[in-house]
T-cell receptor, first 109, second 115 residues
Framework: GENVEQHPSTLSVQEGDSAVIKCTYS??????FPWYKQELGKRPQLIID?????GEKKDQRIAVTLNKTAKHFSLHITETQPEDSAVYFC????????FGTGTRLTIIP | DAMVIQNPRYQVTQFGKPVTLSCSQT?????MYWYQQKSSQAPKLLFHYYDKDFNNEADTPDNFQSRRPNTSFCFLDIRSPGLGDAAMYLC??????????????FGPGTRLLVL
């Protein structure tokens, strides 16, 4: 089955700086890659997703890049703000989601 | 305008006492999922329904069962909860599994405490 690795497990950045979270996947047939943000005690919320026929997608301060050949994808958050502090999960999907282990992002004011 | 609703938000049960968690959706989505999420871990898929077709994950314990009586509702039954079953249980839905249909929307979760 699919295996998704996510790094780093924790990340602290100064407010206003950029944050990058990286994931690798094992199943070359996976074709859908969402990113979820989960605040403490709340539901995972989809923040951006990308499909395998696209290399990059951007939505305001958030962008995702996908390298199908290398089987890795990354989340980029620019101009970070305190409300970006949360746990972020990547996932890869062919027919069902396999989640990465999560990254706890802390924005330092 | 809640789209995926879970009740109750918090559930306390006793060791070995059966418990049922519920999920409902107003999206008319074909697929409903149940995940277990323990502290500081990723959600773990237990099973999912595509319409009425039930799909169990290979490593889901027999202690966990599910029912989907209609499109809108799905239930998670834990027959004999153990201390290790204390977790957040998340329900999610998606339109389908094909292109542009696989985005999953999560409910707020039910936090289960086993005493």
């Amino acid at each position: 089955g699919e295996n998704v690795e996510q790094h780093p497990s924790t990340l602290s950045v100064q407010e206003g700086d950029s944050a990058v979270i990286k994931c690798t996947y094992s199943d070359s047939a996976s074709n859908y890659f969402p990113w979820y943000k989960q605040e403490l005690g709340k539901r995972p919320q989809l923040i951006i997703d990308i499909r395998s026929n696209v290399g990059e997608k951007k939505d305001q301060r958030i962008a995702v890049t996908l390298n199908k050949t290398a089987k890795h994808f990354s989340l980029h958050i620019t101009e970070t703000q305190p409300e970006d502090s949360a746990v972020y999960f990547c996932a890869a999907s062919r027919e069902k989601l396999t989640f990465g282990t999560g990254t706890r992002l802390t924005i330092i004011p | 305008d809640a789209m995926v609703i879970q009740n109750p938000r918090y559930q306390v049960t006793q060791f070995g006492k059966p418990v049922t968690l519920s999920c409902s959706q107003t999206l008319n989505h074909n697929v409903m999922y149940w995940y277990q999420q323990k502290s500081s871990q990723a959600p773990k898929l237990l099973f999912h329904y595509y319409d009425k077709d039930f799909n169990n994950e290979a490593d889901t314990p027999d202690n966990f069962q599910s029912r989907r009586p209609n499109t809108s509702f799905c239930f998670l039954d834990i027959r004999s909860p153990g201390l290790g079953d204390a977790a957040m249980y998340l329900c999610a839905t998606s339109r389908g599994s094909g292109r542009d249909q696989e985005t999953q929307y999560f409910g707020p979760g039910t936090r289960l405490l086993v005493l």
